[in-house]
């Protein structure tokens, strides 16, 4: 299995533009996550979603970020516009709903606006 | 708001050494789940643990759960350097949690 797969792996860009992060979940998984880790802050749920719906987005920081899943195999978090305060590597994981719990982490992407 | 503090925060030891991380909270959780994270990877769940005063063993590492199922702790015995990363607790159930993390380094 592919696991969770993540792009792009690193991303710079400048202050103001736009930036569109990538997930597609482990098959069969109906739940997904986006976090965002920072040192300061560590590892923070940004949103999730269950069956392709959003069930929490308390965790989304600002009106900038929004995160959309139009099938089960897709997601996206978008940032626009971006800031540098928003550098950061950025998860997403995805789990069975009703199964074991477990967490899968794809590799993150490394974003940094300069 | 930090549900869970982890500490100590950094960790340096010497390969062979013994050493114990914690992971506290003052809510009761259903479940806590602890991660070990590599460099430039997503953390990878080492274990979950349910009921209070649990005791599960992972090879080297023992997790232990608190009777009241507010506090757990990781102990590993005869660190070795595979064993650097950052270890996470988290809290389970509908969303996931986690704590401020302990950076370990095993030196060899």
């Known amino acids: 299995d592919a696991g969770v797969i993540q792009s792009p792996r690193h991303e710079v860009t400048e202050m103001g533009q736009e930036v569109t992060l990538r997930c597609k979940p482990i098959?069969?998984?109906?739940?997904l996550f986006w976090y965002r880790q920072t040192m300061m802050r560590g590892l923070e749920l940004l949103i999730y979603?269950?069956?392709?719906?959003?069930?929490?987005d308390s965790g989304m920081p600002e009106d900038r970020f929004s995160a959309k899943m139009p099938n089960a195999s897709f997601s996206t978090l978008k940032i626009q516009p971006s800031e540098p305060r928003d550098s950061a590597v950025y998860f997403c994981?995805?789990?069975?709903?009703?199964?074991?719990?477990?967490?899968?982490f794809g590799p993150g992407t490394r974003l940094t606006v300069l | 708001t930090q549900l869970l503090e982890q500490s100590p925060q950094f960790l340096s030891i010497q390969e062979g050494e013994n050493l114990t991380v914690y992971c506290n909270s003052s809510?009761?959780?259903?479940?806590l789940q602890w991660y070990r994270q590599e460099p430039g990877e997503g953390p990878v769940l080492l274990v979950t643990?349910?009921?209070?005063?649990e005791v599960k063993k992972l090879k080297r590492l023992t997790f232990q759960f608190g009777d009241a199922r507010k506090d757990s702790s990781l102990h590993i015995t005869a660190a070795q350097p595979g064993d650097t990363g950052l270890y996470l607790c988290?809290?389970?159930?509908?969303?996931?949690?986690f704590g401020t993390g302990t950076s370990l380094t095993v030196i060899p």
């Open positions: 994981a995805s789990r069975e709903w009703g199964g074991t719990d477990t967490q899968y």
């Open positions: 098959s069969g998984h109906n739940s």
């Open positions: 979603f269950n069956n392709n719906v959003p069930i929490d």
């Open positions: 809510s009761v959780f259903s479940s």
């Open positions: 643990v349910v009921t209070g005063g």
């Open positions: 988290a809290r389970g159930g509908n969303q996931f949690y």
